[in-house]
C-alpha cells in the first residue's frame, strides 16, 4: 500500500498538470468567428448554458463543454452579466469569458420602431447621449458607403428592435449592426417565401413588406392586406395606397391628405403609377416581411378603415365602394 501511494500520487499530479494543460490550450486557442464581427445578447437571466448557447448560434464556433468547464473554474457559474456584446477574430476562450462575466460594457439602448423612416432612425440616434455621434455630418448615402452597403438608399434597411450597447459606442456600429440583421431576417423570409410570390426578389419583398407595415392598424390583418397588395400586383391594378404618396410628400406632408395629393404625380404616388415605389418607405418588422412573402389566400382587392383599428376587405369595387359610403363618408 505505501508503495501504491506515491504512485497514485503521482498519477493524480499528472491528470491534474495534463488537465490543466489542456484547459489552457483551449482558454487561449482563438474561437471560430463565423463572420467578423459578430454580434450577440445574453438574455437577462440566463444561465451559464444558455448563454453559451445564445453565443455559438449567434455565430461563434467552440465546445460548449468546454467554455462551460472553463467558466466554472475561472469564475463560477453565476457570474454571467446579461447584455449586448460585439466580437471579432482572433478572440480566445479566456478573453470571451472575461467580457461576459465582467460586464465588458456600459449598457445603455436604443429603440427602432416599426414603421420608422430613415430620417427618424437618425434622429433617435442623433439626441442619445450615450451615444458617439459619428455620423454627423454625413449624408444618408456617406452612411451607407460607411457600412459597406451594396445601396446608398438607405430607407427599409435597418431592422427595427431594441439594440443593447456599450457607453460611447459608435451610431454608426449600432447602424451596421441594425443593417445586418436587416439583411438576415430579410434573406431568411425570403427563403420561406411562398412559391407563387409576384415578388421578383428580396428588395421587392422589402419594399412591400414597409407598406404592408404603414398600412397595418390591426396585427391580425397583416397578412390580409399583403394579400390585398399581391393580388393588385397580380391583376395589373394600381396599388393606391395613402402611405406610399405620404411618403412622396416628406416634410410638406401636415397630416391630412387631400385629394390634390392624390392626383399630383411623383415616384411615390401608387395612384398614378403602376406596381411597387422606387424603394421601401419605412422600416418593417419580422412579422411584415413574413406577410409580404406569405400573404393570405383572399379574393380581397381592396380595403377600408372602419375607424376602429381594424378594416373592411372586399372584392370587388362596389362593395368597396359600399364600405367606404358605410365607414368613411358616414363618419364624417
Given at each position: ?65 468546454q ?45 427602432l ?16 447621449a ?36 456599450g ?16 439583411q ?8 420561406q ?13 422589402l ?6 407595415e404603414?398600412?397595418?392598424?390591426q ?50 404616388n ?30 380581397a ?20 365602394n ?11
Open positions: 500500500m505505501r508503495k501504491t501511494l506515491p504512485k497514485l500520487i503521482a498519477l493524480a499530479v499528472s491528470v491534474v498538470l495534463a488537465l490543466g494543460g489542456w484547459l489552457a490550450w483551449f482558454a487561449l486557442t482563438p474561437v471560430e468567428i463565423a463572420a467578423s464581427p459578430v454580434d450577440f445578447s445574453i438574455r437577462r437571466g440566463s444561465g451559464l448554458r444558455a448563454s453559451t448557447r445564445q453565443m455559438i448560434e449567434a455565430g461563434i464556433g467552440m465546445p460548449a463543454w467554455f462551460n468547464l472553463l467558466t466554472r473554474l475561472a469564475s463560477g457559474e453565476t457570474s454571467i452579466k446579461a447584455g449586448s456584446y460585439q466580437v471579432r477574430a482572433g478572440l480566445t476562450p479566456w478573453q470571451l469569458m472575461k467580457k461576459i462575466t465582467q460586464g465588458d460594457f456600459a449598457q445603455s439602448e436604443v429603440v420602431i416599426e414603421g420608422w423612416t430613415f430620417r427618424q432612425v437618425r434622429a433617435a440616434l442623433d439626441v442619445h450615450a451615444i458617439r455621434h459619428d455620423s454627423t455630418g454625413l449624408s444618408d448615402a456617406d452612411i451607407m458607403r460607411r457600412l459597406g452597403a451594396d445601396t446608398l438608399t438607405p430607407e427599409g434597411f435597418f431592422f427595427p428592435d431594441t439594440y443593447l450597447f457607453k460611447g459606442e459608435s451610431d454608426l456600429a449600432i447602424l451596421a449592426r441594425a443593417h445586418r440583421a436587416m438576415k431576417r430579410l434573406q431568411s423570409a425570403w427563403q417565401r411562398d412559391s407563387d410570390t409576384p415578388l421578383a426578389n428580396p428588395y421587392e419583398a419594399i412591400l413588406a414597409s407598406i404592408v404603414k398600412e397595418t392598424g396585427a391580425s390583418e397583416r397578412k390580409l392586406i399583403a394579400g390585398v397588395f399581391v393580388n393588385r400586383l397580380r391583376a395589373g391594378m394600381l396599388l393606391q395606397t395613402d402611405p406610399t404618396v405620404i411618403y412622396g410628400l416628406g416634410q410638406k406632408f401636415d397630416g391630412n391628405l387631400r385629394k390634390h395629393d392624390l392626383m399630383r404625380d411623383h415616384p411615390f401608387t395612384y398614378t403609377r403602376p406596381g411597387l415605389p422606387p424603394h421601401p418607405i419605412a422600416m418593417p418588422g419580422q412579422a411584415s416581411l413574413l406577410a409580404a412573402l406569405n400573404p393570405a389566400k383572399t379574393d382587392l381592396y380595403f377600408v378603415a372602419r375607424g376602429d383599428g381594424t378594416s373592411q376587405f372586399s372584392g370587388s369595387l362596389v362593395e368597396h359600399r364600405a367606404v359610403a358605410k365607414y368613411q363618408r358616414a363618419g364624417r
